[in-house]
């Protein structure tokens, strides 16, 4: 008889509920009449991401000392259930929102595969070893490459998916050439190992950290790794680029942060001034370009580049309260980024075509309660006080300035007044329009489609998390300080 | 807890009117409420306010962003008390103004309307740092909106050019302000240390010269002030300004004592150049809000020359002539908006004449002139006064600058007041009459505060700081760097 390793389900739970939930989910496309596929599906992936989101929390309580498991594989701490909740709330927000899609085909198919890349990015976050996380980044991807392809009957959604697909098998293939790099220099996987192996100051091990670093990049969409940024944001169904440009990012950012600070400390003086030229790059790049873009949500995917940025200014800060601030930064921005294009997708499905700026107008007084939303968002993802954004980027130049990169926080401070060219442009949009014409009522430039609870749902949501995380904001603090605990710091 | 609740009443009665599906009426009526009821709680919490105390006063502190230091915390000091109760008067007036206008789409405008006077207001009371930039931005957000929905014909434009000045003064203030609260561990202003860095120093200036505006930061000066709904234009000339009083008596001179010391030739050259610069373009105006706009710019000149004099006397009279000149510019934007609702035009190559047969409207528009020109004997005059006095110590130049200043004053106001009311009648609103009472409700409170403080000025001058020893008191407020 063999011995089998002891495993440890209740860390695995967020994971298996939402793979579970994933399956149900994809025999009920086959086997549930197909009147009732789109309602059984929603319930079913519902269920799953709020059981997952439950897990998390439990798992997030009680785990308050980092154990590895699974032959030091992955890791059972706060840090992964942090993100394990977010990914989770985030998830559902998408699956209430995307109710009203009226999509007609691979309905049971999208909800499936929403949760089942959920559930890669959950594990991605807790793997502890070069071989989970390469495992769990295919998973994540190869479920989104579907995702982004999903609307067969529009072109751009076909080349967003192929684009995707290219650049990410790309992006994946310098990772895993990067970990054969650091496996060859050390002879280990686990990232606690290759921390404390020898012969880790050859060239071969700091360029394999370099393309581990570079292919993590991609996913978080930092420039100079952003160029399919732009196109998959645009072309993906609306609700898909929802779940990219907040689960992806914050998995992603996550996972950087986990490896470059469990597996290369050592290296820090390498890395941290690398991760901050690339934070320049993106925030530079995406401020510039987001001014350019008239469609909107190529506009939120030039300013999700920057806030990969700001993100990465505390992931350069290397400390404790760089860490807190980046899972702080997090939440608020989450929840701004998943709500502005939740009401760009109700606008969409107004309109019937893609969302411009200009065809935003007057949608803050035709519905005032989505006008709202988006203004809080806007105001939030540029910094405003009262919302969290504020005080999730003074969280974070005070990190960077701890560290003793004053000249991080004056790009930081140019790069938002910069950001409030292209967020304040979608402020005047809903509610100003130019020239001589007084106040009065502004025609209904769409159809009128019933209100949508379940998205009104969504938005109120992230609204609330938006302005709630800038009132409480130090009880959030405290939940992520102890997330950042599980690290080496 | 009375800090709180002025902060809190137009806050939630911001909320409130936005949310309450209320008809036009009741909306801007529960409006007016809520600003008569904040007019009441300050002058209830004046009678029982010790002018002379050491101590800040009906303050309350709460934990907010600990692992920063940053605290929900306020209190009042004098001075602090003065300006928030023009901030009240100022605001009141403006939402008497919109009622009478009839303002369109009352739920949102009046809900911006009340945010902005709630955070102005937390503005003028903050005692912690994080939370006196909070409001200093906060603010922006209602006057974007209200200037770019119910403002002129190239409101957006304005919205344009006043962001993008005022962003960027404040994100220079933003990188200071964490630089500063970092390095001293706290965000606290009576814990905060002082600091000799000249860049943090001028990070604070640049925001505050914007706000002001100081030369050369005034380019969104005259498009934003043309543009807003003319009780806006109030607040916005009136009031707002006043951020960058309380911010460089508040926060640069007590914690920056070696770089206000350095740079302080520099900051009165450039007020100098201000003074003299605005009072010779408002004298070239050809409408009542340039005029008005412009000697604001001169008037914050001359403030500013009180501030970093940093001597009793100038202090005094910064304090003093912040709010006189609070009062009469609201005074006369309002004046501007009833007259452009006449005449259909603010322009003096249209206007003309108005005095025949508009006693009231003549009296008022010539007890405003004579307010803006510091004649002998006004509140204004004891303000500039002090201020020339104050200056005087630092070099005889800047009182003289000053002083010609008075007499450019004199050159612009009475050209105002014969453009509007005497030369050749004017083309436009001949056939409109005389100040009705729901307008003069509106501009009297104002010309009767004047008219007091001109009887006695020591009212606010001698009330402003603890022992009325602005100096000493400033200085004892910076506590040892550490």
């Known amino acids: 008889m063999s011995q089998t390793p002891h495993v440890d389900w209740f860390a695995l739970a967020p994971t298996l509920s939402l793979l579970g939930a994933s399956g149900i989910a994809l025999l009920g496309a086959v086997l549930v009449p197909r009147a009732a596929v789109r309602a059984f599906s929603v319930a ?30 992955m890791t059972r701490d706060r840090l992964g259930a942090f993100a394990a909740l977010l990914l989770a709330l985030v998830g559902l927000a998408i699956v209430l929102a995307s109710w009203g899609d009226r999509r007609r085909d691979h309905v049971g198919e999208y909800y499936a595969l929403l949760a089942a890349s959920a559930a890669g990015m959950v594990f991605f976050v807790s793997s502890s070893s070069l071989l989970t996380m390469f495992l769990a980044l295919e998973w994540l991807s190869i479920s989104l490459y579907i995702l982004c392809s999903l609307d067969t009957h529009r072109r751009e959604s076909l080349e967003a998916g192929l684009k995707y697909l290219i650049i990410g098998s790309f992006s994946s293939g310098i990772l895993l050439f990067g970990c054969a790099l650091v496996y060859g220099a050390t002879g280990e996987l686990g990232f606690d190992a290759i921390r404390e192996a020898t012969g880790a100051d050859n060239p071969m091990f700091v ?70 030229v690339i934070a320049v790059c993106s925030l530079a790049i995406g401020n510039l370009a987001a001014i350019a873009q008239k469609d909107v949500k190529r506009m939120l995917a030039y300013s999700s580049v920057s806030h990969a940025g700001f993100l990465l200014i505390a992931v350069a800060a290397n400390s404790e309260d760089g860490a807190t601030s980046l899972l702080f930064y997090l939440i608020p921005y989450v929840a701004a980024t998943a709500g502005a294009f939740v009401v760009v997708a109700a606008r969409e499905r107004e309109l019937g075509r893609p969302v411009s700026v200009a065809s935003l107008e007057g949608l803050g007084w035709e ?123 | ?70 605290s929900y915390s306020v209190g009042l000091y004098g001075f602090q008390y003065w300006l928030v109760g023009l901030t009240i008067v100022v605001g009141a007036a403006a939402i008497g103004y919109a009622l009478w206008a009839g303002r369109e789409r009352p739920r949102a405008y009046y809900g911006l309307m009340l945010f902005l006077i709630g955070s102005l207001v937390g503005l003028f ?144 050259v450039l007020s100098a150049a201000t003074l003299a610069y605005g009072s010779l373009v408002a004298f070239r105006q050809p409408d009542i809000r340039g005029v008005v706009a412009y000697s604001s710019m001169a008037q914050m000149g001359l403030i500013m020359f009180g501030i970093f004099a940093v001597n009793d006397l100038g202090l005094d009279g910064a304090i003093l002539h912040s709010i006189n000149h609070g009062l009469v510019s609201a005074g006369f934007f309002l004046l501007a908006g009833i007259i452009e609702t006449r005449a259909g035009t603010g322009e003096f190559a249209r206007l003309g004449g108005l005095a025949k047969g508009r006693p009231a409207l003549a009296s008022i528009v010539l007890m405003l002139g004579m307010f803006t020109l510091a004649v002998p004997g006004s509140t ?26 008075m007499v450019l004053a004199a050159m612009y106001a009475l050209r105002l007041i014969s ?7 004017g083309s436009a609103g001949t056939d409109t009459g005389d100040l009705v009472s729901g307008e003069l409700v509106l501009v009297i409170p104002l010309v009767a505060i004047l008219a007091v403080l001109s009887a006695y000025p020591a009212l606010i001058s001698e009330r402003s700081f603890p022992l009325d020893q602005p100096a000493s008191f400033i200085s004892s407020q910076e506590t040892p760097s550490r």
């Open chain 2, 1 to 70: 807890m009375l800090t709180t609740l002025l902060i809190a009443v137009p806050l939630v009665a911001a909320v409130v009117v936005w949310i309450l599906p209320l008809s036009k009426e009741s909306t801007s009526g529960l409006a007016l409420l809520a600003v008569l009821a904040e007019v009441g709680l300050w002058v209830g919490g004046a009678r029982n306010f010790d002018f002379s105390s050491q101590t800040q006063q009906y303050s309350a502190s709460r934990e907010w962003f600990s692992d920063l230091g940053i």
């Open chain 2, 380 to 405: 204004n005059f004891a303000g500039e006064f002090a201020i020339l006095a104050g200056v005087f110590d630092r070099g005889w130049g800047y009182a003289a600058v000053g002083a010609a200043g």
């Open chain 2, 125 to 268: 009371s903050s005692q912690d740092l994080l939370l006196f930039y909070v409001f200093f931005e906060a603010m922006l957000i209602p006057i974007y909106v209200l200037i770019g929905v119910w403002g002129g014909p190239r409101r957006v434009k304005a919205t344009v050019t006043f962001v993008l000045y005022t962003m960027l003064g404040s994100m220079l203030m933003l990188a200071s302000v964490v630089a500063f609260g970092i390095t001293q561990g706290t965000f606290e202003l009576s814990e905060i240390g002082t600091s000799s860095n000249d860049w943090i120093f001028l990070g604070f200036l640049a925001a505050f010269f914007v706000k002001s505006p100081i030369l050369p930061f005034h380019g969104w000066l005259r498009i934003t002030y043309t543009e807003a709904p003319p009780e806006l234009s109030a607040i916005l000339s009136g009031v707002v300004p006043k951020a960058a009083v309380f911010g460089l008596v508040w926060i640069v001179l007590p914690h920056f004592p070696g770089p206000v010391d350095d740079f302080r030739g520099l900051v009165l």
């Open chain 2, 419 to 425: 453009a509007i009311l005497h030369d050749r009648r």
């Open chain 1, 367 to 489: 519905r005032p309660f989505l006008g709202v939303g988006m203004w809080v968002f806007m105001l939030s993802l540029a910094g405003f006080p009262l919302t969290g954004g504020f005080l999730g980027k003074l969280f974070v130049f005070s990190a960077i300035y701890e560290a003793g990169w004053w000249w991080l926080v004056v790009i930081g401070v140019l790069a938002t007044a910069l950001s409030l060219a292209y967020y304040l442009n979608i402020v005047r949009a809903l509610y100003m329009r130019p020239g001589e014409i007084a106040p009065g009522p502004i025609v209904a430039t769409g159809g009128s489609p019933p209100r949508d609870l379940l998205l009104d749902t969504a938005v109120a949501a992230g609204i609330v998390v938006t302005i709630g995380s800038f009132f409480f904001v130090q009880p959030l603090v405290d939940l992520a300080r102890d997330a950042a605990a599980s690290l080496p710091l």
């Open chain 1, 207 to 276: 360029t394999g950290m370099a393309m581990i670093l570079a292919g993590l990049a991609f996913k978080v969409s930092a420039a100079p790794f952003h160029m399919w940024t732009p196109d998959v944001y645009q072309g993906a169904p609306t609700s898909v680029t929802a779940f990219m440009a907040t689960a992806t990012k914050l998995s992603a950012l996550v996972v950087t942060y986990r490896i470059l600070v469990t597996a290369f400390p050592e290296q820090a003086e390498i890395w941290s001034v690398a991760v901050a």
């Open chain 1, 44 to 73: 079913v992936t519902g269920a799953g991401f709020v059981v997952s989101a439950v897990f998390a929390a439990f798992l997030f309580d009680r785990s308050a000392d980092p154990t590895l498991l699974l032959s030091e594989s």
